[in-house]
Antibody
Framework: QVTLRESGPALVKPTQTLTLTCTFS??????????VSWVRQPPGKALEWLAL???????YYSTSLKTRLTISKDTSKNQVVLTMTNMDPVDTATYYC?????????????WGQGTLVTVSS | QSALTQPASVSGSPGQSITISCTGTSSDVGSYNLVSWYQQHPGKAPKLMIYEVSKRPSGVSNRFSGSKSGNTASLTISGLQAEDEADYYC?????????????FGGGTKLTVL
């Protein structure tokens, strides 16, 4: 059974760095073809893809946020960590982690429940 | 990468069929048969409904089907049911560069009248 769970602060101040952890089970990121991604959704708005890391430690980032994002993995702990620097109120959103599957890691087959992050002073 | 274009809203009566379009470019939807669709109920995480344009994951009703023509993908829901009322998002693979691996649509709110 595949599960993912996001954890991190519910509230961050502007200019601070956000660190989110995705803890998963039911698969291993050391298995060829496995990938985990982060997606966010501001309140009432659309989904936005942020970053992806694969079993081979290759990393992919959103062009619009590439200078602020870092994705990493700890295979032994079954965790993927996303850091986002210089947080701003517009970054207020629910942040999801998801397992990515398929050719070219093209679709998200399992999602966490999401964690709401509010950016406010 | 710009977001894929979806209608903001669609509606239909129970039992009817509706289609949601998703328009991209020759760099994403038009280049790859790697479009997926997600259903999201309020306050819930998205759920995969269609992948690789027209494949259904195990457990997804066969009332949901997908197709693609050129730069536009479509999701069709037949025999509408009240439980289908939700937001729907399309997503397309956008290439193997380090940036913009996939791109999402702006979402479509489905109302079952």
């Amino acid at each position: 059974q595949v599960t993912l769970r996001e954890s991190g602060p519910a509230l961050v101040k502007p200019t601070q760095t956000l660190t989110l952890t995705c803890t998963f089970s039911g698969f291993s990121l050391s298995t060829s073809g496995m990938c985990v991604s982060w997606v966010r959704q501001p309140p009432g708005k659309a989904l936005e893809w942020l970053a992806l890391i694969d079993w081979d430690d290759d990393k992919y980032y959103s062009t619009s946020l590439k200078t602020r994002l870092t994705i990493s993995k700890d295979t032994s702990k079954n965790q993927v960590v996303l850091t986002m620097t210089n947080m701003d109120p517009v970054d207020t959103a629910t942040y999801y982690c998801a397992r990515v599957s398929g050719p070219a890691a093209s679709y998200f087959d399992y999602w966490g429940q999401g964690t709401l992050v509010t950016v406010s002073s | 990468q710009s977001a894929l274009t979806q209608p903001a809203s669609v509606s239909g009566s129970p039992g009817q069929s509706i289609t949601i379009s998703c328009t991209g470019t020759s760099s994403d939807v038009g280049s790859y048969n790697l479009v997926s669709w997600y259903q999201q109920h309020p306050g819930k995480a998205p759920k995969l409904m269609i992948y690789e344009v027209s494949k259904r994951p195990s457990g997804v009703s066969n009332r949901f089907s997908g197709s693609k023509s050129g730069n536009t993908a479509s999701l069709t829901i037949s025999g509408l049911q009240a439980e289908d009322e939700a937001d729907y998002y399309c997503c397309s693979y956008a290439g193997s560069s380090t940036f913009d691996h996939v791109v999402f649509g702006g979402g479509t709110k489905l109302t079952v009248l």
